[in-house]
């Protein structure tokens, strides 16, 4: 029976968090955040994004659209002050990210969910550039 065959590759390989520089950012938040993976789907009708943010609870969450800057935040609550790591994998601190928001993208039709520490941001397309189809009507 033939093995599969396993290439181990760098950009396969879990990726650690990366600490903002918040010197260059957003001064007004205190506290240390990380940017979280995402991704970006497009349909016709939206672009949703989908936001990995383990430990975020509904009730530390910002999401807000400003100036076509979407900027979703996340709050992480630290360990108990006692508690001493034997070991640590998973460093403390909220999630912070910034997408720019084209104008493709009605502003006023974006609806967001949580589910298992994932959050799915739907953001409609503005209606005038959704594909529509078009009835040819025919003259006799």
Known sequence: MPTKKTTESKDLAPASKQEIDMSRGEPTYEGRFFNFA???VETDEAV?????LPGVSPATL???IRDNTLTIR??????????QAVHQEYEMGG???QFSIGP?????????????????????????LKPRKIEVTTIK
Not at 48 to 52: H, P, R, S
Not at 74 to 83: K, M
Not at 116 to 128: H, I, Q, Y
């Open 38 to 40: 995402s991704d970006i």
């Open 95 to 97: 999630y912070l990210r």
């Open 48 to 52: 949703t994004v989908l936001a990995d």
């Open 104 to 128: 493709a993208i009605d502003q006023e039709k974006v609806s967001a969910t949580m589910r298992d520490g994932v959050l799915t941001l739907v953001l409609s397309k503005a209606d005038r």
């Open 74 to 83: 996340g709050g992480v609550e630290n360990v108990p002050a006692d508690w």
């Open 62 to 64: 910002e999401v807000d």
